[in-house]
C-alpha cells in the first residue's frame, strides 16, 4: 500500500477506459477484486484489461475522472455531495432545473437531494469526488 497516489492529467487522458466507456474510479468506497486492486505504487498509471485499475479506498467518499463518452443520466443523492472540477474543455451541468457552464478550473458542488445531469454536448475532461458517499444504493435515477 502507499501512502499517496498521484494520479497526473496526462495520465488520466492516456487511460483506455476514457477512450472506451468514459470513466474510470480512482478513490472507492469498495475495490471490485475482478477489475481493481490497491495501489502499490505512488505514481498512477492507466491499466488495460486483464491487468487490474490502482485504486486507493476510503469509507465514504470516491473520485471518478470521466468525458463526455461516460454514460451520463439525471440522478440525485440522499446523502451523498458531488464536487465535480473541471479539468479540459467545457461542460454543462444541469441542477434543480439551473444550467451551469463549466471552464477549466471551475468546480460545481451538488447537495444532495438535488437532481442534476452532465450534458454531453461539448468534449470535456471531469472529474468527480462524491463526499459522504453511501455507495449505488444512495444514488437514484428517474
Not at 22 to 34: A, F, Q
Not at 55 to 75: G, N, P, S, Y
Not at 116 to 123: I, N, T, Y
Request: a neutral charge.
Amino acid at each position: 500500500m502507499t501512502p499517496a497516489l498521484l494520479v497526473t492529467l496526462k495520465a488520466s487522458k492516456q487511460d483506455p477506459a476514457l477512450q472506451t466507456r468514459g470513466d474510470r474510479k480512482i478513490l472507492v468506497t469498495g475495490i471490485r477484486p475482478d477489475s481493481e486492486e490497491e495501489a502499490a505504487t505512488a505514481l498512477w498509471r492507466a491499466s488495460s484489461p486483464p491487468a487490474k485499475c490502482p485504486v486507493v479506498t476510503m469509507r465514504d467518499t470516491e473520485l471518478a475522472i470521466f468525458t463526455e463518452r461516460a454514460k451520463q443520466t439525471r440522478h440525485c443523492h440522499k446523502i451523498g455531495t458531488e464536487i465535480y472540477t473541471l479539468l479540459e474543455g467545457e461542460m454543462i451541468i444541469e441542477a434543480a432545473g439551473e444550467r451551469y457552464t463549466l471552464h477549466p478550473g471551475d468546480t460545481l458542488v451538488v447537495k444532495p437531494g438535488i437532481w442534476h445531469e452532465v450534458k454531453r454536448d461539448s468534449r470535456f475532461h471531469c472529474q468527480v469526488v462524491t463526499a459522504n458517499c453511501a455507495g449505488a444504493q444512495d444514488r437514484h435515477e428517474i
